[in-house]
């Protein structure tokens, strides 16, 4: 099913539908927009036809400009069997036609009240959004001190009462159980909660429980780019864990790849802790602060001058 459909943008924005209503289902595949000034002065060589036509003021002084013969050929042209919507902004007056060549071939012809530029900014973010790419991941989404951190782990690990030691400790839940992720750019990922459990947590032994209910509207969010992904495992002691930081892990989450740290869980570790310290060394990095490599310099340094020493 189209994840948007020409109908959805009509009630988005309010817009006026003045013909081409049998079309008013047709599916929307691209957030790009075009501005066919340079189709109307007649080249259709590389119209994009499967993209919404934006009509503004320049583009409707030049058709009005137009001998009556080129006129109803350029609005047919327009006009194909896969254009989701023509859309005239600053509700000017619209051609005959369009009118006539959209009622024929079952073409929507909105009207805005928006001025062009601003108009066509909106709905480009708005279809941007909607026609993101989309993933599902099983964890827990964090705001912690401004770093979305994505919480993973198998069933029963602690996911879900390690977000709730968070939030009484003052940081916002965006989703627990099924984390919903859009990418809306090209390395930027935004996680949501699915609407059935929003501000929602399940804690084993106790249940489900609202989190805004008992903890306040400041304790949530609807949503939060992802900055890093913190995977929490049973302890194994055959394993050898990174002790100094300098390892860094990536996970791949649709076309981007963001930095994942794994955490082992056992008893007397708290976890909450040692999740809020991540974040804010996370922040430290971003700001060119690493303490791990500085670390290193200073004991490559010591070990110089001891060599030196020797000498």
Known sequence: MPKVRTKDIVEKFNLELISGEEGINRP???SDISRPGIEIAGYFKYYPAE??????????SFFNELPKSARASRMERLCTDITPAIIVTRGLDIPAELIEASERESVPVLRAGMKTTRFSSRLTNYLESRLAPT??????????????????GKSGVGKSETALELVKRGHRLVADDCVEIRQEDQDTLVGTSPELIEHLLEIRGLGIINVMTLFGAGAVRSNK?????????????KRQYDRLGLDEEKMK?????IPKLTIPVRPGRNLAIIIE???MN??????????????????????????????
């Open 225 to 237: 780019r992802i900055s890093f992904v913190i995977d929490l495992e049973i302890w194994d002691s």
């Open 253 to 257: 989450v649709i076309d981007t790849e």
């Open 277 to 279: 310290v991540a974040a």
């Open 28 to 30: 929307i595949t691209m």
């Open 282 to 311: 996370f922040r430290l990095k971003r700001m060119g602060v690493n303490a791990a490599r500085q670390f290193t310099e200073r004991l490559s340094e010591v070990i110089e001058d001891g060599d030196h020493e020797e000498l």
């Open 135 to 152: 993933t599902a991941v099983h964890g827990v989404l964090v705001d912690i001190y401004g770093v979305g951190v994505l919480i993973t």
């Open 51 to 60: 993209r919404i036509q934006l009509l503004g003021k320049t583009e409707l």
